[in-house]
């Protein structure tokens, strides 16, 4: 069984940093990507950033490019978020997830952690 579990959330000044670090663990195979998705209140859940597990190669949403930065450690099986230049609008609960080569969506999802930016 795959876990995904998300860590480093918390409340910050608008301008402010924080970094968002997501620990897997279990049997995983055929790992394609590992992503970071939020959804704030009222809203749906939206694509924050993604990274290539094998190539490393990372696809931001408009919304954060430039100001997050997802990264990979394979040895220690995490992947982070660098948040950067945090907005108001950056509040969420932020998931971590794992795609599997082949499927049409992301199977794997971590419980959440919550961002608060305060203006």
């Known amino acids: 069984q795959v876990q995904l579990v998300e860590s480093g959330g918390g409340l910050v000044q608008a301008g402010g940093s924080l970094r968002l670090s997501c620990a897997a663990s279990?049997?995983?195979?055929?790992?394609?990507?590992m992503g970071w998705f939020r959804q704030a209140p009222g809203k749906e859940r939206e694509f924050a950033a993604a990274i290539s597990w094998a190539s490393g190669v990372t696809n931001y949403a408009d919304s954060v490019k430039g100001r997050f930065t997802i990264s990979k450690d394979n040895a220690k099986n995490t992947v982070s978020l660098e948040m950067n230049s945090l907005k108001p609008e950056d509040t969420a609960v932020y998931y971590c997830?794992?795609?599997?080569?082949?499927?049409?969506?992301?199977?794997?999802w971590g419980q959440g952690t919550q961002v608060t930016v305060s203006s």
């Open positions: 279990g049997l995983i195979f055929n790992r394609d990507a």
């Open positions: 997830a794992l795609h599997v080569r082949g499927a049409a969506r992301y199977d794997y």
